[in-house]
């Protein structure tokens, strides 16, 4: 995977975002296990605005399903991504 996913599954949501804006491609790549960067930052409990600026970087992402089948709104663990990532599910 990308750097981008390191750095968020090990939470440093601060070098994710400085990462994710000098390589914005890194948002739409696809693990083996289909999970996005979007599907990173849901379930590692990145901050709304980290999911807002991948789900930016690659808005389809919000559709796309995981190994397990779920989209990125099943697997998150704040309440307020939830919600944001269901609302944009709408908007791919």
Known sequence: PPPLFDLIVRRDFDGALNR??????????????????LHCCAESGA??????EVWRAHPDAAIMRDYDGKVPAEVAVAEEVATFLEEARGKA
Do not use: D, F, I, Q
Request: hydrophobic fraction near 35%; glycine fraction near 4%.
């Open 20 to 37: 994710l804006r000098r390589h914005p491609s890194e948002a739409s790549y696809r693990h083996p296990r289909n999970w996005t960067a």
């Open 47 to 52: 901050p709304l605005g980290l999911v807002l």
